[in-house]
């Protein structure tokens, strides 16, 4: 069964860090990109990085670009997010989701249950 | 940036009803949408990809149609388990391209 469980969210002051982790289950990591999509509370999606599936490419949402940095582990079918300089408006439920082959393109699926990061004073 | 634009921002219907719900892109995507379904407090879920396609699992209740700007989701009689919110996503060449709709939300009357 595909699984994706994310980790390392909390409470966390304004500039400070905080590293998400995703533990993969259920599928060959190491063949597929993956993606961390946020959702701040009683809002919308927003698409936050990529990775491919050997981390050679990344890809960042302008919101974010110069502060997060995605990476992966593929022995230990994991990836992470590293968020530093964190400001209240990154406030939200971070998910991480595989990119999966549809016919004529690729989607997101399956995705994590996700994990709240509160960026507060 | 291709924005999404989703209608209406919620709909209320009863079980047993047909339910439609739109998107529209800024600029032509081809066929390169997907429909998601999320329910209170879970993930969203892949239920239409490649505009028409029901991933799998999903009931042959949810259907998908559309190309260029003009998209649709239709859910053929509702079932209490399909009242959540329906987020649509685009995806052009480039990951740093995907953008969603800002969700329908679907009540029950």
């Known amino acids: 069964q595909v699984q994706l469980a994310e980790s390392g969210g909390g409470v966390v002051q304004p500039g400070r860090s905080l590293r998400l982790s995703c533990a993969a289950s259920?599928?060959?990591?190491?063949?597929?990109?993956m993606h961390w999509v946020r959702q701040a509370p009683g809002k919308g999606l927003e698409w936050v990085a990529f990775?491919?599936?050997?981390?050679?490419?990344?890809y960042y949402a302008d919101s974010v670009q110069g502060r997060f940095t995605i990476s992966r582990d593929n022995p230990r079918n994991t990836l992470f997010v590293q968020m530093n300089s964190l400001t209240v408006e990154d406030t939200a439920v971070y998910y991480c989701?595989?990119?999966?082959?549809?016919?004529?393109?690729?989607?997101?699926?399956?995705w994590g249950q996700g994990t709240l990061v509160t960026v507060s004073s | 940036e291709i924005v999404l634009t989703q209608s209406p921002a919620t709909l209320s219907l009863s079980p047993g009803e047909r339910a439609t719900l739109s998107c529209r892109a800024s600029?032509?995507?081809?066929?390169?949408l997907a429909w998601y379904q999320q329910k209170p407090g879970q993930a969203p879920r892949l239920l239409i990809y490649d505009a028409s396609k029901r991933a799998t699992g999903i009931p042959a209740r949810f259907s998908g149609s559309g190309s260029g700007t003009d998209f649709t989701l239709t859910i053929s009689s509702l079932e209490p388990e399909d009242f959540a919110v329906y987020y649509c996503?685009?995806?052009?060449?480039?990951?740093?391209?995907?953008?969603f709709g800002q969700g329908t939300r679907l009540e029950t009357k």
């Open positions: 990775i491919s599936y050997d981390g050679s490419n990344k």
């Open positions: 989701a595989r990119e999966w082959f549809g016919e004529l393109n690729n989607w997101f699926d399956p």
């Open positions: 996503q685009q995806r052009g060449n480039w990951p740093q391209f995907i953008t």
């Open positions: 259920g599928f060959y990591f190491s063949s597929y990109a």
């Open positions: 600029q032509s995507i081809s066929r390169y």
